[in-house]
């Protein structure tokens, strides 16, 4: 191989390791929810998750053992949802969000909660977050 052939070689593996090596963009990804509740069983909760831009949230899973989640797209910015079942403080929604590493950029709100019987309760001491990590 010659000098001229040698240095284009040493240029497009810099430049493949420069490519390779460039780990700086949005990864989507899941962010969990967890509910924060004095109450030892729950059978419904309302929520609302949202993006600011240029995030997106992609769908809502349940988290807990047992539940279901049923959800409503309104943007590709903000999702509504309830999530059935018996449950408690914990984990609750898995969130599939275009930048898990943007978790700031993404909120959840509790909007209702509801016993096994689905009799609707105040939200006092009830909360839903994403926990910092």
Known sequence: MNRRGTRRLAAVLV???LVGSCDSGPKSGEIVAELTTPHSSLGAAMFRVNAIEPYSI????????GCSV????TTERELR???T???S???LLRVLVS???AQNAYSVTLMDLALPTYELMGLFGSSLSFPVK
């Open 85 to 87: 079942g018996t449950f």
């Open 15 to 17: 430049a493949a390791v």
């Open 58 to 65: 992609e769908s809502v899973t349940e988290a807990c053992t």
């Open 99 to 101: 930048d898990r590493n």
């Open 70 to 73: 049923f959800t409503l797209q």
């Open 89 to 91: 403080a914990g984990p």
């Open 81 to 83: 949802g309830v999530v």
